[in-house]
């Protein structure tokens, strides 16, 4: 059926090309529109306008359509394209937009409880304070985090929040510290992308048979498989900040001084975990940068990160 189709446009594309004036030398000229306004008389050439270029002129080609459909058809998979971008957006921007309500939620609930303390009243903030929150919380982010929210991987209690599969003897823990922000409560920024990070390992866990753990010993997330850790991941706010922790765990490569003070030192205390838990797989996040590293253990409390792939993510 479609031979037949073909067919019929090349003979109504001959047609009309045959009927079409042709100037009397030269070649036709090209209009505004980009089509030509006749017929080519010179020998053949690669830019001569042939009934295939006519056709193309007629009915301009778009990725993945026949040549021959008409204009009417793909302007209705244009609206179809059109409106499925529309739905993308929207996947992300509703819940990205049920955070922000969740968000003042919290605000306000943190606003009352520390103001019953009677230490200082804290009264809701404006809207230059939600702002400024929400400028420093993407849209995707904040989609992420209204996801685990709605799948149960982060469970609400008021200001403050648990996780799904957490340990009785871990949380809650505080979106928000009892100091002031912008006129506001100090948000605890790192939490906001450790938690939509163990909203996404959750389900990375689920595909690979994987057990997450939030918070395993001085790491932020850890994926075991059985007795073993696949998987550790510390995550920071800022990029600048991730970049500065890797180059200082990579400076205890060489050896490990398991006895050394570590307080205060947060690259010293991720080089002793990785030695004392011996991970395969070491990845940094944060925002709009992941660092991911195979991790080689040459000798008694040695280890080295090599740049890699991680096969599970």
């Not at 957006?89 to 009352?112: G, S, V, Y």
């Not at 002031?180 to 990375?204: D, K, L």
């Not at 753990?213 to 991730?242: H, N, P, T, W």
């Not at 990160?305 to 599970?312: F, G, H, K, S, T």
Request: with cysteine; charged share 30%.
């Amino acid at each position: 059926m479609l031979h037949a189709v073909v067919g019929r446009c090349d003979s109504q594309v001959s047609d009309m090309a045959a009927r079409l004036p042709r100037p009397a030398g030269g070649r036709g000229r090209r209009a505004p529109n980009g089509r030509y306004s006749g017929i080519d008389t010179e020998p053949p050439r690669a830019s001569r306008l042939t009934e295939r270029g006519l056709m193309r002129s007629l009915w301009p080609r778009r990725s993945g359509f026949s040549r021959c459909r008409r204009s009417s058809y793909c302007g209705e998979n244009a609206r179809i394209e059109r409106s499925g971008q529309k739905n993308e957006e929207i996947a992300i921007t509703a819940p990205a937009t049920d955070f922000d309500n969740q968000l003042r939620e919290w605000i306000r609930a943190a606003c009352r409880d520390w103001s019953a303390r009677g230490l200082r009243t804290w009264s809701e903030p404006g809207p230059d304070y939600y702002a400024a929150v929400i400028q420093r919380l993407p849209l995707g982010l904040r989609a992420l985090l209204m996801s685990g929210l709605a799948e149960g991987f982060v469970i609400s209690h008021g200001w403050r929040f648990t996780l799904k599969d957490l340990a009785p003897t871990k949380g809650p823990y505080r979106w928000f510290s009892e100091r002031e922000w912008q006129g506001g409560p100090h948000p605890n920024w790192e939490y906001f992308i450790q938690v939509a990070e163990f909203v996404r390992f959750h389900r990375v866990a689920a595909a690979h048979d994987f057990h997450l753990i939030f918070e395993d010993d001085f790491m932020d997330l850890a994926l075991y498989q059985g007795e073993s850790l696949e998987i550790c991941v510390e995550v920071k706010e800022r990029a600048a900040q991730l970049r500065r922790l890797i180059a200082g765990i990579r400076q205890h490569e060489g050896g490990v001084d398991m006895a050394a003070e570590d307080r205060g030192h947060d690259a010293l205390r991720k080089a002793k975990y990785i030695v004392k838990h011996r991970p395969r797989y070491f990845c940094g996040v944060a925002l709009g940068i992941r660092m991911e590293y195979r991790v080689d253990y040459p000798r008694d409390r040695a280890f080295q990160l090599a740049e890699d792939c991680i096969p599970a993510l």
